[in-house]
C-alpha cells in the first residue's frame, strides 16, 4: 500500500473524537494507538483488541506520527 493510501486511513471530524485523528472515521484514535503501542502492546494484542482495525491501519497510524514529528523543528538551547 502507499504512503498516500495510508494516510487517508487517518481522517479527522469535528463530529468524530472532537475533532482527534481516527482510524477511517471510528472511534478509535491515533493517539490511543500510539500510547498502546509506547506501554508495550503488541500489533498483534491491538488487532486482537479492537477487530476492526487492519495491520495497514497500525501502519497508518505509525507513518501518520512519523510525518507530524517530520514537520517539528525543535532548537537546543544552550545554558
Do not use: H
Not at 6 to 30: A, C, N, Q
Not at 55 to 76: H, K, N
Amino acid at each position: 500500500m502507499n504512503k498516500q493510501a495510508l494516510l487517508e486511513r487517518i481522517t479527522v471530524s469535528s463530529d468524530v473524537m472532537v475533532g482527534k485523528p481516527t482510524v477511517r472515521g471510528m472511534r478509535i484514535t491515533v493517539e490511543q494507538l500510539l500510547k498502546a503501542l509506547a506501554a508495550g502492546v503488541t500489533v498483534p494484542q491491538l488487532l486482537e483488541d479492537y477487530p476492526e482495525l487492519t495491520p495497514e491501519d497500525i501502519q497508518a497510524v505509525l507513518l501518520y506520527a512519523a510525518e507530524l514529528v517530520e514537520e517539528i523543528t525543535v532548537f537546543a538551547v544552550s545554558d
